[in-house]
């Protein structure tokens, strides 16, 4: 199978190249190109079926910037394949810019992520600098499933960042896409990075845009403009006015689920008891994350929101968090939700 027909909005040729096909009813890897600084690492089956829904303690991490992978509690189905991606430089520096073309062949089952958090540095005292620059083209073809899971981005004092990503997504294909973000590597760095801007762009074959995510963080040193400062209810005392851009929270995150009608219906209630009777279309909707009865600590402090995307295309969700690992935890319950009804709509 040839590689992803998109080619980055640069024009340049991609630092890494993915393809994944279903050959004889499993998922293979079936190319793979790489140039410096991204690599992958061996494409591999998850190790089995894995709790669903069940985690530890209450997966903050440690610090600021505590990251815990999603695979490390979240449900592991063993027919669909992990392509870890990582990063050999440690971290984006300014100016630099990546680009990454994947195909997910037709009733192919691919989950990408990450070996560690992705920091995003900044340029040297008294240097101007460019955005660092990561551009993804995935195509999802008919009957596949794509997940994209990093771990979350950890932005240093004044780093500058950009991320687009265009999504293909064939009549069938299914996409679980994630990203997450903590606001520092330590409460005196908070908020002190200059612009984050992440971009994900949705699209069918014949370029009908299905749905467009677009986030902005651009907060100003001292005075923390650019968030609505300490406007959600239930958050953490703030333990400075720092804090206060997310309502006392260490970690954001989104996820965005696009997926035939029929089987976003049964996801939207099976995510149901997760939040406060979020109803279809209703967005901004806030409540303590989880309900008592989940699997998951309610002392985790998580909020969540949960609305339908225009169109009905598929459905969005926002996250705030004590931290990144508690982060990835969350996206992890909500995949583990989502694997047992995309299976049970491949095998009823």
Request: glycine share 16%; aromatic share 6%.
């Given at each position: ?188 760095e908070a908020f002190s990075w200059d612009e984050l801007v992440l971009r994900t762009k949705i699209v069918a074959p014949d370029r009908t845009l299905l ?55 049964r996801l939207e209630t099976a995510l149901g008891d997760l939040f406060a009777g979020p109803s279809r279309g209703e967005a901004g909707a806030h409540a ?61």
């Open positions: 199978m040839p590689a992803a027909r998109l080619a980055p909005a640069s024009g340049h040729r991609p630092h890494l190249e993915l393809a994944l096909a279903c050959v004889g009813g499993a998922t293979r890897l079936v190319r793979c190109a790489s140039r410096a600084p991204l690599r992958v690492f061996r494409a591999v089956k998850p190790a089995g079926p894995g709790a669903a829904g069940g985690f530890g303690a209450d997966g903050a991490g440690a610090g600021v910037g505590g990251a815990g992978g999603v695979t490390a509690g979240a449900g592991r189905p063993d027919w669909l394949v992990e392509v870890p991606i990582v990063h050999l430089g440690g971290g984006l520096l300014p100016g630099e810019s990546l680009n990454v073309a994947v195909r997910v062949g037709a009733g192919a089952a691919a989950r990408f992520t990450g070996v560690g958090a992705t920091h995003l540095h900044p340029p040297p005292e008294g240097a101007g600098g460019q955005a660092a620059q990561v551009r993804l083209a995935l195509e999802v073809e008919a009957g596949a499933l794509a997940e994209w899971v990093p771990e979350p981005l950890v932005p240093h004092a004044g780093a500058r960042y950009r991320q687009v990503a265009t999504v293909v997504l064939h009549p069938g294909a299914s996409l679980f896409y994630a990203e997450s973000l903590v606001v520092g590597r330590s409460e005196e749905a467009v995510d677009a986030l902005r963080l651009a907060p100003r040193p001292g005075t923390r403009e650019g968030f609505s400062p300490g406007l959600l209810p239930g958050a953490p005392p703030n333990r400075s006015t720092d804090w206060a851009s997310f309502g006392g929270y260490r970690a954001l995150a989104g996820v965005l689920v696009v997926a035939e009608g029929a089987l976003l219906d303590p994350w989880p309900p008592p009865a989940s699997a998951y600590p309610a002392r985790s402090g998580v909020l969540g929101g949960m609305s339908r995307l225009p169109g009905g295309a598929g459905l969005a969700v926002r996250l705030l968090a004590p931290g990144g690992g508690a982060a990835m935890a969350a996206i992890g319950v909500i995949l583990a939700r989502w694997h047992r009804l995309w299976r049970q709509g491949r095998h009823p």
